[in-house]
């Protein structure tokens, strides 16, 4: 079964700290995506990342960086330099190949204290 | 090329009334994918519709609701006798194939 598990329900830090949020997730199949939004105060969720399955590479861009282990079966995402304005909510979700549902985690609230 | 269209961004229903949600998908997208979003928890798929055909409706509330993608026009899910429950975020999204674009949500509020 597909399942996505963001166990920090709520981070905060103080600006210019870095942050790793955690993604963990459980798929059978060998060909999957997975994703991070970001879901600010306004309500809208703004996407920040597809990555296929067959890609382990990290990412990075700007202060945002993932780490992808398929081992683990972990999709980590890691904000350097913290801004107030990266306070959000932010959610991993995973989706199967041939299939179109996505299935979203609980989300993690980060709230970065000026 | 606009994104998803959603609206209204937010309806106010009172209890026992009918909500309306619309979802207009990108130009081109022929897919369009509602989930909801409860208070303080993540996205659930509720139906996948492609042009006047209901794919997957497995996440759907066996009543009340109902969802409609006609060949003319934008997608409509229908919420009849709302309840207090029923107030969340909507989302829509559409896809040309497996890549899924969000609207920016509807806001339901039941008081």
């Known amino acids: 079964a597909q399942k996505v598990t963001q166990a920090q329900t709520e981070i905060s830090v103080v600006e210019k700290e870095d942050v790793t949020l955690d993604c963990v997730y459980e798929?059978?199949?060998?060909?999957?995506?997975l994703f991070w939004y970001k879901q600010p105060p306004s309500g809208e969720l703004v996407f920040l990342i597809r990555?296929?399955?067959?890609?382990?590479q990290n990412e990075i861009s700007g202060r945002y960086s993932w780490n992808f282990q398929k081992s683990t079966s972990s999709f980590n995402f890691t904000i350097t330099a913290s801004q107030v304005v990266d306070s959000a909510v932010y959610f991993c979700?995973?989706?199967?190949?041939?299939?179109?549902?996505?299935?979203f985690g609980t989300g993690t609230r980060l709230k970065v204290l000026a | 090329n606009a994104g998803v269209m959603q609206n209204p961004r937010h309806l106010v229903r009172r209890r026992g009334q009918e909500a309306r949600l619309r979802c207009s998908p990108m130009?081109?997208?022929?897919?369009v994918y509602w989930y909801r979003q409860l208070p303080e928890e993540g996205l659930k798929f509720m139906v996948y519709?492609?042009?006047?055909?209901?794919?997957?409706e497995s996440g759907m509330p066996k009543e009340r609701f109902s969802a409609e993608f006609p060949k003319e026009g934008p997608s409509i899910l229908r919420i009849q006798q709302v309840v207090r429950g029923d107030s969340a975020a909507y989302f829509c999204?559409?896809?040309?194939?497996?890549?899924?674009?969000f609207g920016p949500g509807t806001r339901l509020t039941v008081t």
């Open positions: 979700a995973l989706s199967e190949s041939g299939t179109y549902k996505y299935i």
């Open positions: 990555r296929n399955s067959f890609d382990e």
């Open positions: 999204a559409s896809s040309p194939r497996e890549e899924q674009y």
């Open positions: 798929t059978r199949d060998t060909t999957y995506y």
């Open positions: 519709l492609q042009k006047e055909n209901i794919i997957d």
């Open positions: 130009k081109g997208h022929s897919h």
